[in-house]
Nanobody, 125 residues
């Protein structure tokens, strides 16, 4: 069993930045692809970014490419999402999750086994 806790969310004006953290406990996440998703009110949960086990490869949704950076520190059992040039459309609850499959980057929530409680990001214009 692994527990995930997101933090770092808050309110920011358009153009600003936030850094989200996902702290894992219970077991190491170093063997797993990790992903970030987000969900706005009334919308489906959507893929944001994912990162390979060692951090050597990343994958981003087109909507955040060039603005967001996913990273990880396996020694700290933690995954990060640096969010720059934020837009109102980025407003959502952000979740980190563990990808069930060991290979490739999956973009649907059904491919992820464990989820954090989420952290709210609000971007005002």
């Amino acid at each position: 069993q692994v527990q995930l806790v997101e933090s770092g969310g808050g309110s920011v004006q358009a153009g600003g930045s936030l850094r989200l953290s996902c702290a894992a406990s219970g077991r190491t996440i170093s063997n797993y692809v990790m992903g970030w998703f987000r969900q706005a009110p009334g919308k489906e949960r959507e893929f944001v970014a994912s990162i390979s086990q060692s951090g050597g490869a990343t994958y981003y949704a087109d909507s955040v490419k060039g603005r967001f950076t996913i990273s990880r520190d396996n020694a700290k059992n933690t995954v990060y999402l640096q969010m720059n040039s934020l837009k109102a459309e980025d407003t959502a609850v952000y979740y980190c999750a563990v990808q069930a499959r060991l290979m490739g980057f999956k973009t649907t929530p059904s491919h992820y086994d464990y989820w954090g409680q989420g952290t709210q990001v609000t971007v005002s214009s």
